[in-house]
């Protein structure tokens, strides 16, 4: 497949630096500003170098990726609210020119899911979104196996920022202010911590799964999830947990028609007792019973996986 890879952080980077190794060819890379394209494809390693040397991985303009020459648009782009933009537009531009769309950026499938459901039964090319939920983990393709219709609730630990942090609190007896510090320092965190620490990185990924579970009776948005973070979870309420043989997780959960994000008690020993950055989800099957998928649920390399995984899912056009 030829790859065109919109957006340059750690998970497009890792896109375009891995995509050789899945037997594809990267033919535009494209940052906010700059952009590099080749129908016979880039020279990879020289766009990242001049990216870091000089802030920009091309001569070209953005546009000259998204118009240019691919069979797949990944889109990596940071994920924005709302009106999901501009990420949205990159998808139906893709999707318009019967392309295929993999999709790295939550908002469009989490802020305007049916719209790019409609734009893609009008298209020849499909869009897959693996990597916008916990990362490495193979959630929506178990989810696809299995079927959506036989798959009655989910539940999981989501966002491993958040879990660093009450891993950390809880172990340590240190405070919440003390512990982000921490984890910004080592790079768990990033320095405007608001989606991961007030719950809204997970209530995404769980918008997105229900809205595949509810294949299309009903469209979820993040308005529609009941949200709340860790910021006020105490030292003492840990201590106190722990004192009856159990631990607090910020825990998504999409039950019914509800999808909800929060800190939950959990037992010590139960397995979203998960520690650091491990992410876990719980799929409740009709006839398979509880499914535990675990892993890594962020990184630049672990997300470019699934993003390639969703690639070599995708047919010839």
Do not use: W
Not at 175 to 193: F, I, K, N, T
């Amino acid at each position: 497949m030829k790859v065109a890879v919109l957006g340059a952080g750690d998970v497009g980077r890792s896109v375009a630096e891995l995509a050789g190794e899945y037997g594809h060819t990267v033919t535009a890379l494209a940052d906010s500003s700059t952009a590099v394209a080749d129908p016979d494809g880039i020279d990879v390693a020289a766009a990242l170098d001049r990216k870091r040397d000089e802030g920009q991985v091309g001569p070209a303009s953005p546009d000259a990726a998204l118009d240019g020459e691919y069979d797949v648009l990944v889109e990596a782009t940071p994920t924005t609210l709302d009106d999901a933009q501009p990420g949205f537009d990159h998808v139906r531009t893709a999707l318009e020119r019967d392309r295929h769309a993999v999709l790295a950026n939550k908002g469009p499938v989490a802020e305007r899911y049916d719209e790019v459901r409609e734009l893609e039964v009008a298209s020849e090319g499909s869009v897959r979104f693996e990597a916008t939920v916990a990362g490495a983990i193979p959630v929506l393709s178990t989810v696809e196996d299995y079927g959506p219709g036989h798959i009655s609730a989910a539940r999981g630990i989501m966002n491993g920022t958040a879990n660093f942090i009450l891993t950390r609190m809880a172990a340590e007896g240190l405070g919440y202010e003390h512990v982000l510090a921490e984890a910004q320092d080592m790079g768990v965190a990033e320095a405007d911590p608001t989606f991961d620490v007030e719950g809204i990185d997970a209530a995404l990924k769980c918008v997105i799964l229900a809205n595949v579970l509810a294949q299309g009776e009903r469209t979820y948005r993040l308005d529609d999830a009941e949200v709340e973070g860790i910021t006020e979870v105490s030292g003492s309420a840990l201590e106190l947990a722990h004192e009856d043989g159990r631990t607090v997780r910020l825990i998504g959960e999409i039950t019914g028609d509800t999808v909800r994000v929060g800190p939950r008690l959990v037992p010590e020993q139960s397995d979203l007792a998960v520690s650091g950055t491990t992410n876990i989800v719980q799929l409740e099957t009709d006839n398979a019973g509880r499914l535990n998928l675990s892993g890594r649920g962020a990184g630049g390399p672990e997300t470019a996986t699934a993003v390639l995984s969703d690639v070599g899912r995708l047919p010839e056009l």
